[in-house]
């Protein structure tokens, strides 16, 4: 391939298909770069197949032999519950947050500039930063399970249910964005196993079902600015084996 021209291949029905020529071509890549952690939401209602459509995308998410260990409780009516998972949040953001020296938050937040970046610290300690559960439109309880499948063994929740969430967490996160609304992960509700408890008991979660996070959508209340940057793929990747950088085509372009 070269230029601006696409070369032409076929699906797996033997039908042509065109593939774009160059990464920035496409949506997808796009979608995620633009994708940010959204903790502020206008209260706005989204319509419901919106929420459908979002829906959708955690279904169709890969797991192993198709056998979708995870579930999904979608909150929109109960505002009590989006309280309660506000009040923990905001409770475990002050023991998370709450003691750490400005200088190693600071640091990890390099990228919000003077003089905001004091302002976004002290919403970090008080842990108001995390009650953003309250004002979403819809609050996601995604749930995994390291049983329900019919092996003979357990896999590790980490390394299973977990793994299949996170892959419908995505889904759900670009669609989302794609429609021009916000998302938060807010893992803080489940991160103490006496909160998830509490969790599991007012959603009614049965035992071989453990809820991972919040998953909230709504309207931003302001646009954020793009993420800070990424290291370069050498400096995540290796080619082949560990510690043997991966090269970008750029550069092996150059060596040629």
């Known amino acids: 391939m070269s230029g601006g021209t696409t070369e032409t291949k076929t699906d797996s029905s033997g039908a042509a298909a065109e593939t774009p020529t160059t990464t920035e071509e496409l949506q997808s890549i796009q979608l995620i770069r633009e994708r940010r952690s959204i903790r502020e939401f206008t209260g706005e209602k989204i319509p419901d197949e919106h929420i459908e459509m979002i829906l959708e995308a955690a279904r169709h998410a890969p797991s192993p032999e198709n056998m979708l260990m995870i579930r999904f409780i979608v909150i929109r009516d109960d505002q009590e519950t989006k309280e309660f998972l506000a009040d923990i949040a ?111 008991d007012r959603l009614g979660i049965p035992p071989m079902w453990k809820p991972l996070t919040a998953f909230c959508i709504g309207k931003p209340s302001k646009a954020r600015q793009l993420g800070p940057s990424r290291p370069p793929l050498e400096g995540l990747m290796y080619q082949e084996r560990w510690g043997l950088p991966y090269k970008r085509l750029a550069f092996r372009k150059k060596e040629e």
Request: hydrophobic share 40%; net charge negative; proline share 5%.
């Open 90 to 200: 905001q409770e475990m953001a002050q023991t998370a947050f709450g003691g750490a020296p400005f200088e190693l938050t600071s640091g990890r937040n390099w990228f919000i500039t003077d003089p905001y970046r004091a302002a976004v610290y002290a919403r970090l300690r008080d842990g108001e930063l995390f009650r953003y559960p309250e004002k979403s439109d819809t609050v996601i309880v995604v749930c995994a399970s390291e049983s329900w499948h019919d092996a003979g063994y357990l896999y590790p929740l980490d390394l299973f249910g977990s793994v299949v969430a996170g892959m419908a967490v995505t889904n759900m996160w670009l669609v989302a964005t794609e429609l021009g609304y916000g998302c938060g992960y807010e893992a803080l509700v489940c991160s103490d196993p006496r909160h998830a408890e509490l969790i599991r």
